[in-house]
């Protein structure tokens, strides 16, 4: 059986927009835990989040400060950031409702609820008060629809593309989590370790990866070896290499997947090369930096191949 | 027993349910009798939940309505409608008749013209039509059958006749309706249906698949299927991905398809084109090809009627089609039954004046306050004028219209609607009602058993058009127990 390319196209739309509302959610949540525990004077403001999604220009034609405030609600409800909660939500719905007919029945109604859920009380989620329970009710959510479209999805065609979709953005988050988190250790002057132990665990926290770290690596969270360990450990679902991995295996069976797969494949020869102990905070940026490209490449190679008005004998 | 139905005048109408003394006619006594001995806080109880699987159920239509153009929910009456299978019976070989004369006529107009030459319906009226289309000349779609998909509107007068008041065979809606009415008196009352032995009406979806798998150009392989939708913001598109997903075929858009040298038609999938066999058009065809009909529709597909032409593709309904579906050529309908069939018309057409002919004209601007207006060819209830209920500005307005352009005008005599007990407010009263029953017409001909009933919900009101503040009501064809 096959599939139009539209539907699939709006089957990877959906899955990205379901992940980054969740990574969104997480991040934000994972980051404004850890500013409560910061000690004063540590010099990590909002301005990080708002880099972290390179939406620094959307942020400043519309607010003026990076303050707590400004910073929420530009994260959570603002509807002119596309990786804001409300937005992935609002566009991850639209995708749904044109492709109810390869989803399973329960997925249309548990993300229209969940668009209502938000438009309702997004604004209202802003202040500290309410921020915690409204982001923890956006994870479970997009994980029960996962857990939904995981659990009852034919593994062929639509699978497929929501998977490729929800492991793209997942890499792409998680590069760009790793990029600030340096930067943002590089930026400062004086070197505060303690710190760089909260920024990089409260990181962990955000990929749920933080015990795993303990067990594998040991309770110390350093810098270097949590780096690592995002990009490289391949038995966590949130690192970086898992995510290549998993594109690579739904690549597979897709007709006409070469030039997609050698993306993915150097990216990974890439990153098994990649060992942040022994670079400098500014070679792992650069690092970064053009890893983030193949991740483009990708996308783009996905949507030219699969998605795109076909190219025919005839003119169009 | 209580009173609520005391009052109810089943005299002045043909009443569906009841005869004029009142009784319970034979295919509704169980319905009647259910009804009257549920007490009023029973009959809102099943109101409300009907009305609250509508919602659950109409979900998919509040979403849809986003963009600001169709009713959220739509008024729904649980009193059912029941006929007997055995005029059921007769009504449904009456349509098969005349929609396979339709057919002949459409495809007589697209080649050889016979029964113009023959002088028996007037050559240029049908070929002055905008509804004949010069680009269809020369095709013939298998089996004769341009017109696959019909919707035929038909009315109960006083005299307990049916009467076809129009045949729709562009781009039909309306029969997923039909499916969930059925869907919602089946959770409501479910206790009617025991007594009773009700035809089944969801078989639909598999006899429209049927009919469409019967036009494939190609017989090696199962048949590539689609339904072409205009898209989201369609009033009908939740009927299009309902039939798209019911009978497992792709639901696209114009954007999905394109033609290639070949002249065939391809959608383009993850595994590249594919090439298509049927296409089921939701779009009105002055819009389906930029190539062929009105060059600024995003709609479409360029090059489709090319592949159509060259017998690539079969469309559904054929392009043309339209011809066949107008005022002034629906008074012909009886003597294309006799021309082409050889038979004599089962079911009644009414009496139609053409303004056109000089004498019916002189007729009908002498009797304004007796007749229907209406223009040839627009659809849902618009632009017509009901004379005995009109103003005298409105009957000078069309008196007017129809001196200007009488090609335009037919009027018809008003007829006396049926009404059927309708649940409004705490009481049941009596409501005008139609039926769109559905004709399918592939290798084979099918209707289906009942159709679409559609209720103008106001006192006295005779517009059932949904556009227009009808609702409707589930259609039961039964057959005799005994």
């Keep these: 059986m096959t599939m139009l390319s539209s539907v699939a196209e709006r089957l990877y739309w959906m899955a990205r927009y379901l992940e980054r509302a969740e990574n969104t959610a997480r991040l934000t949540s994972a980051y404004t835990h850890m500013i409560l525990d910061l000690p004063r004077g540590a010099e990590l403001g909002w301005q990080l989040l708002v880099d972290i999604f390179d939406a620094d220009p959307v942020f400043r034609k519309h607010y003026r400060a990076f303050n707590e405030q400004n910073v929420l609600r530009f994260l959570i409800a603002d509807m002119n950031n596309f990786s804001s909660i409300n937005y992935a939500i609002k566009a991850a719905r639209e995708n749904v409702r044109t492709t109810r007919d390869v989803l399973p029945e329960e997925t249309w109604e548990h993300v229209n609820e969940l668009h209502i859920h938000c438009k309702d009380v997004a604004e209202k989620s802003i202040g500290r008060r309410h921020r915690y329970e409204f982001l923890e009710q956006i994870i479970s959510r997009c994980q029960m629809i996962n857990g939904l479209l995981m659990t009852t999805l034919c593994r062929d065609h639509p699978h497929r593309f929501i998977k490729l979709g929800h492991l793209l953005e997942r890499a792409d988050m998680t590069t760009r989590i790793i990029d600030v988190g340096a930067g943002a250790i590089l930026g400062r002057e004086n070197n505060n370790p303690a710190a760089d132990t909260l920024l990089w665990s409260s990181m962990l926290q955000s990929m749920s990866a933080i015990s795993a770290y303990r067990k594998k690596i040991g309770p110390i969270v350093e810098p270097d070896s949590a780096v690592n360990f995002i990009f490289k450990e391949n038995t966590l679902p949130r690192t970086v290499t898992y995510c290549l991995n998993g594109i690579l295996e739904e690549l597979e069976p897709l007709k006409n997947n070469e030039t997609a797969r050698e993306i993915a494949e150097s990216a990974l020869r890439k990153l098994n090369r990649f060992d942040a102990q022994k670079m400098t905070f500014e070679q792992m940026h650069h690092f970064i930096d053009q890893f983030q490209l193949y991740i483009g490449d990708l996308d783009e190679s996905i949507t030219n191949t699969w998605f795109l008005p076909m190219p025919t004998t005839s003119s169009e | ?482």
């Design chain 2, 1 to 482: 027993m209580n009173n609520r139905w005391k009052d109810y005048d089943s005299s002045s109408f043909f009443d569906e349910l009841l005869t004029s003394n009142g009784n319970p006619r034979m295919a509704a006594r169980g319905i009647v009798k259910f009804l009257k001995d549920l007490s009023e806080d029973e009959l809102d109880e099943r109101r409300a939940a009907a009305e609250l699987a509508i919602r659950d159920m109409g979900i998919s239509f509040t979403v849809y309505t986003e963009g600001g153009n169709i009713d959220r929910n739509w008024p729904f009456d649980i009193i059912p409608r029941a006929i007997t299978a055995k005029e059921w019976s007769r009504v449904s070989t009456g349509l098969k008749q005349r929609s396979r004369a339709l057919n002949c006529f459409i495809d007589d107009v697209y080649n050889k013209q016979k029964i113009l030459a023959a002088g028996i319906v007037p050559a240029d009226v049908v070929l002055e039509s905008t509804n004949y289309k010069p680009q269809c000349k020369g095709v013939s779609p298998r089996y004769g059958a341009w017109a696959h998909i019909c919707g035929s509107d038909l009315v109960r007068n006083k005299d307990g006749k049916f009467y076809v008041l129009e045949d729709n065979l562009r781009v039909p809606s309306g029969v997923s309706y039909m499916l969930e009415n059925r869907e919602l008196t089946k959770r409501v009352l479910p206790e009617l249906f025991e007594n009773y032995s009700i035809l089944p009406v969801d078989d639909y979806p598999s006899q429209l698949y049927k009919t469409l798998a019967s036009l494939s150009p190609q017989l090696k392989r199962k048949p590539c299927i689609a339904v072409l939708t205009p898209g989201i913001y369609n009033s009908a598109y939740f009927e299009h991905a309902f039939l798209a997903q019911s009978m497992g075929a792709e639901l696209v858009e114009g954007s999905d398809l394109f033609t290639d040298d070949d002249d065939c038609v391809y959608m383009r999938t993850v595994d590249g084109p594919v090439k298509m066999d049927v296409i089921y058009r939701r779009i009105d065809e002055d819009f389906i090809d930029p190539e062929a009909f009105r060059a600024d529709s995003m709609l479409g597909v360029p090059g489709i009627m090319r592949a159509w032409k060259a017998g690539n593709l079969a469309i559904a309904n054929a392009p043309g089609s339209g011809v066949a579906d107008d005022k002034v050529i629906y008074a012909f309908v009886p003597d294309m039954i006799r021309y082409y069939l050889k038979e004599e018309p089962i079911m009644e057409s009414v009496k139609t004046y053409l303004c056109m002919i000089d004498k019916d004209r002189e007729y009908v601007l002498a009797n304004l306050d007796k007749l229907v207006v209406k223009p040839a060819n627009e659809s849902g209830g618009y632009g017509m004028m009901v004379g005995p209920h009109a103003t005298p500005e409105k009957r000078q307005e069309f008196a007017e219209l129809i001196e200007k352009n009488p090609r335009n005008y037919i009027a018809q005599p008003t007829l006396s609607l049926s009404t059927a007990p309708t649940y409004i407010d705490h009481s049941v009263e009596g409501r005008h009602l139609d039926l769109r029953p559905f004709i399918l017409q592939g290798k084979d001909v099918w209707v289906t058993p009942g159709g679409l009933t559609r209720v103008a919900m106001v006192k006295g009101s005779l517009v059932v058009n949904s556009s227009q503040g009808g609702g409707s009501k589930d259609t039961w064809i039964v057959e005799s127990n005994k």
